[in-house]
């Protein structure tokens, strides 16, 4: 890429493609166990682009009842060595705000909801597990960590003191109307959307925006519906194969991790196009 680099993320790069323009790019890495794993996912970088973008006409409507937009200029302008897997996406003023909604309680939420019966200032109901489907999708943002660092969950008082009240509002019922409309289309292809992540800038004219990746198994986390079963961990509908085999390989998760067998690769990569056929309706080529 003869671009200027902008951002390198563990499985996705952002070059500067001028006239106030960006291009995202996702590559074939894979992160497991907040390690990129030395074997790559053939496709993974394609198929996860592709499914952004089918979002993003998907969530236009959406976007539309709030004023908003999104940020994608084009998915096939792009420069032919990384051909279905960037987006040439309008340069945002990018707000500092991880716009997470939940619809289920999982990972950190658990961790912390079982110490205080809430997440952050979102209080919720008593004796739910790790799993559980929430009464209601909620809204529980962080700040961008550092590189390597976790995002750390922020209340929505500093949401205000970040963007301002009005802005902060527009956030958090856009950023639920979103997961909402994520969920739906997902339940419909038996994928429980647990939770998502979505970040937002402001355009010139100072509008809000939908920019980065959506609803993506990287920006959310994607459960099969079949097995849903709150009280443990649940299985992850692309990384499941790949953890497992972590675990029974005897990988210590500090010191670096192993490559990956060819069938893992094989069985990882048929769950990326089998989620991107599940949700679209179309065939992956
Ligand atoms: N439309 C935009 N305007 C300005 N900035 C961004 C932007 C910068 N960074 N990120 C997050 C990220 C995306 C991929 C790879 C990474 F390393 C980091 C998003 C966007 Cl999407």
Known sequence: M??????????????????DRLLLVASDRISAY?????????DKGRVLTQLSVWWFEQL???????????HLVSATDVPAGVAGRAMLVRRLDMLPV?????????????????????IRDVTLPPGLVEGSRLPEPVFTPSTKAEV?????????????????????????????ALYRRGAEVAAGAGILLADTKFEFGLGADGGLVLGDEVLTPDSSRFWPASSWAPGAPQPSFDKQYVRDWL???????????????????????????????????????
Request: glycine letters at 8%.
């Open 2 to 19: 003869d671009l200027p680099l902008v951002a390198r993320g563990k499985v996705r790069e952002v070059y500067d493609a001028g006239d």
């Open 34 to 42: 907040d390690h990129v794993l030395p074997t790559p996912i053939p």
């Open 60 to 70: 236009t409507p959406v976007l539309s009842a709030f004023g908003a937009t999104h």
């Open 98 to 118: 991880e716009c997470v909604a939940r619809g289920y309680l999982s990972g950190s939420g658990t961790v912390e909801y079982s110490r205080t019966g809430s």
């Open 148 to 176: 390597g660092e976790h995002d750390e969950a922020i209340d929505f008082a500093r949401v205000v003191s970040l963007v301002g009240a009005a802005r902060a509002e527009e956030l958090r019922e856009l950023t639920l």
């Open 247 to 285: 675990t029974s390989s005897g990988w210590d998760r500090v010191s670096p991790p192993p490559e990956l067998p060819d069938d893992v690769v094989a069985a990882t990569r048929e769950r990326y196009v089998a989620a991107y056929e599940q949700l679209t309706g179309t065939s992956f080529r």
